[in-house]
């Protein structure tokens, strides 16, 4: 039996790493014909057929059982091999596997904190086939506190191992911890500050916090962006932060129709006398001037005090998707309808009226269903 790393195996394994399976499986074949008892070999083997496009989880049982009849005490071989049972359908026969590592290895983190990512959902799935595909939420809850107490040994065994603290923040979620996926949440960054999930999540509660305004939620996901580029969560966050924000130039514009009905005394008040029409150019013009501190005040101000990515994300959600558009429409259209009623020389208050209705109801008709579109 082998004891060292070939070569051989060892450049398989970063062919793998690298996800250049095919040629993995060629040299690790050429290999396993030279020395079909090295292990490794096998293990490598059974590796390479359970990523990539093309994941075979016959092939690698198959090569897991050949690396176990060489030695089943290989915590290597056992771990892989319920990576395999996994992919082949046998989920729940993993637990009984993993168990055994952490029997021959009780000081090696890996085996309870993998353990613990499996053994709810073993439980869940279990509980599933013994009440007719209705899983019972206790039976999963007795999985999550044995799984808790396993990932907290890992933790305790390797106090800097990534995966362990992914592993107890996803429990403390699922039990509802919040203290303990704080905690979590806060080790995580300590050790990858750049962590997607953790930072997407340490963005979201600060911008969902009560009282929390559009500006500050779409800074909150800016900053988090900065750090985690590529992250989908942070840049959906991001994206509806940043909707919020082109949400609020409705309101403006429905203020602006507010003062042009005002400017033209559209609707009669008891005890005073409704203003004679047409209005003068000179009362025209200055009916303009308070929509036009709205929207220095209110767009235009506010826009240049925005960071710069959140103006290129703003652009870019205009673009990308159909609300954000419809929203804009709406605003143009409810301007139009205000400078309709106070620039065009009306000499009657039907027109007027009619404009009124037409920019105010379409509008205030579909702020409640789109508070949550993006998209």
């Given at each position: 039996?082998?004891?060292?790393?070939?070569?051989?195996?060892?450049?398989?394994?970063?062919?793998?790493?690298?996800?250049?399976?095919?040629?993995?499986?060629?040299?690790?074949?050429?290999?396993?014909?030279?020395?079909?008892?090295?292990?490794?070999?096998?293990?490598?083997?059974?590796?390479?057929?359970?990523?990539?496009?093309?994941?075979?989880?016959?092939?690698?049982?198959?090569?897991?059982?050949r690396a176990l009849a060489l030695n089943a005490e290989d915590t290597g071989a056992l771990t892989m091999h319920a990576h395999a049972l996994r992919a082949s359908g046998r989920f729940?026969?993993?637990?009984?596997?993993?168990?055994?590592?952490?029997?021959?290895?009780?000081?090696?983190?890996?085996?309870?904190?993998?353990?613990?990512?499996?053994?709810?959902?073993?439980?869940?799935?279990?509980?599933?086939?013994?009440?007719?595909?209705?899983?019972?939420?206790?039976?999963?809850?007795?999985?999550?506190?044995?799984?808790?107490?396993?990932?907290?040994?890992?933790?305790?065994?390797?106090?800097?191992?990534?995966?362990?603290y992914e592993v107890a923040l996803l429990i403390a979620d699922m039990l509802g911890d919040r203290a303990a996926a704080d905690q979590w949440e806060g080790a995580i960054l300590r050790?990858?500050?750049?962590?997607?999930?953790?930072?997407?999540?340490?963005?979201?509660?600060?911008?969902?916090?009560?009282?929390?305004?559009?500006?500050?939620?779409?800074?909150?996901?800016?900053?988090?962006?900065?750090?985690?580029?590529?992250?989908?969560?942070?840049?959906?966050?991001?994206?509806?932060?940043?909707?919020?924000?082109?949400?609020?130039?409705?309101?403006?514009?429905?203020?602006?129709?507010?003062?042009?009905?005002?400017?033209?005394?559209?609707?009669?008040?008891?005890?005073?006398?409704?203003?004679?029409?047409?209005?003068?150019?000179?009362?025209?013009?200055?009916?303009?001037?308070?929509?036009?501190?709205?929207?220095?005040?209110?767009?235009?101000?506010?826009?240049r005090r925005l960071r710069a990515g959140i103006q290129v994300n703003l652009r870019s959600l205009i673009r990308r998707r159909t609300w954000p558009r419809i929203v804009l429409g709406?605003?143009?259209?409810?301007?139009?309808?205000?400078?309709?009623?106070?620039?065009?020389?009306?000499?009657?208050?039907?027109?007027?009226?009619?404009?009124?209705?037409?920019?105010?109801?379409?509008?205030?008709?579909?702020?409640?269903?789109?508070?949550?579109?993006?998209?």
């Amino acid at each position: 039996m082998t004891k060292t790393l070939h070569p051989a195996v060892e450049r398989a394994g970063l062919l793998i790493d690298l996800k250049r399976y095919e040629e993995a499986r060629e040299l690790l074949s050429r290999r396993l014909a030279e020395d079909p008892d090295d292990i490794r070999a096998w293990v490598r083997l059974a590796r390479s057929h359970l990523f990539g496009d093309e994941k075979d989880g016959a092939k690698a049982l198959e090569a897991t059982e050949r690396a176990l009849a060489l030695n089943a005490e290989d915590t290597g071989a056992l771990t892989m091999h319920a990576h395999a049972l996994r992919a082949s359908g046998r989920f729940p026969e993993t637990e009984g596997v993993l168990r055994e590592v952490i029997r021959l290895a009780p000081g090696h983190w890996h085996g309870y904190a993998l353990l613990a990512d499996w053994l709810w959902r073993i439980a869940l799935v279990r509980s599933g086939q013994a009440n007719g595909g209705q899983a019972r939420r206790e039976d999963m809850e007795t999985g999550l506190r044995e799984s808790d107490e396993l990932v907290r040994e890992a933790i305790r065994l390797s106090p800097e191992e990534l995966y362990a603290y992914e592993v107890a923040l996803l429990i403390a979620d699922m039990l509802g911890d919040r203290a303990a996926a704080d905690q979590w949440e806060g080790a995580i960054l300590r050790i990858d500050p750049q962590h997607e999930e953790a930072l997407s999540r340490r963005a979201r509660k600060a911008a969902t916090a009560p009282g929390v305004m559009a500006k500050e939620a779409a800074t909150l996901y800016a900053d988090a962006l900065s750090s985690a580029p590529g992250s989908a969560p942070i840049q959906r966050g991001l994206d509806y932060a940043s909707y919020r924000l082109l949400r609020g130039v409705r309101w403006l514009a429905l203020l602006c129709l507010v003062f042009a009905a005002l400017g033209i005394d559209l609707f009669a008040t008891e005890g005073e006398t409704q203003r004679e029409l047409p209005l003068v150019l000179g009362q025209r013009l200055w009916d303009l001037v308070p929509m036009a501190v709205v929207w220095v005040l209110g767009a235009l101000l506010r826009y240049r005090r925005l960071r710069a990515g959140i103006q290129v994300n703003l652009r870019s959600l205009i673009r990308r998707r159909t609300w954000p558009r419809i929203v804009l429409g709406q605003a143009a259209w409810v301007m139009l309808c205000a400078l309709s009623i106070t620039q065009i020389p009306w000499t009657e208050r039907t027109v007027p009226l009619v404009l009124f209705w037409a920019g105010l109801v379409p509008v205030v008709a579909t702020m409640w269903f789109d508070r949550r579109k993006t998209g």
